[in-house]
Nanobody, 123 residues
């Protein structure tokens, strides 16, 4: 499984961005997928995740309401719509996937990781 994240950029506080993660999967069924982020000097933290079916999602408290995770399995793509961005959202955003029936915040449960895409929010 290979994951390719894109869509990051430099925006102002209050703006929106949509990240995409395309999965090239050898799995016979859609994998559970998630977004994590890592700011300089900080640990990687969970942002959001979605079931392979897209029927259930999970969000970190810090982004709930502002961010929405979705997916289009026909395109093998997961999205993260980020609204009302804040400077504290500045980080490298990573997409991840697993075949463990897991959409929680533990990074170790995700078997596959994409390269990061940088999101910078200026005040």
């Amino acid at each position: 499984v290979q994951l390719q994240a894109s869509g990051g950029g430099l925006v102002q506080a209050g703006d929106s961005l949509r990240l995409s993660c395309v999965a090239t999967s050898g799995s016979s069924s859609p994998l559970d997928m998630g977004w994590f982020r890592q700011a300089p000097g900080k640990d990687r933290e969970f942002v959001a995740a979605t079931r392979g079916s897209g029927g259930e999602s999970n969000y970190a408290d810090s982004v709930d309401v502002r961010f929405t995770v979705s997916r289009d399995n026909a395109k093998n793509t997961m999205y993260l719509q980020m609204n009302s961005l804040k400077p504290e959202d500045t980080a490298t955003y990573y997409c991840a996937a697993n075949g463990r029936n897991y959409i929680g915040p533990f990074a170790g449960a995700y078997d596959y990781w994409g390269q990061g895409t940088q999101v910078t929010v200026s005040s």
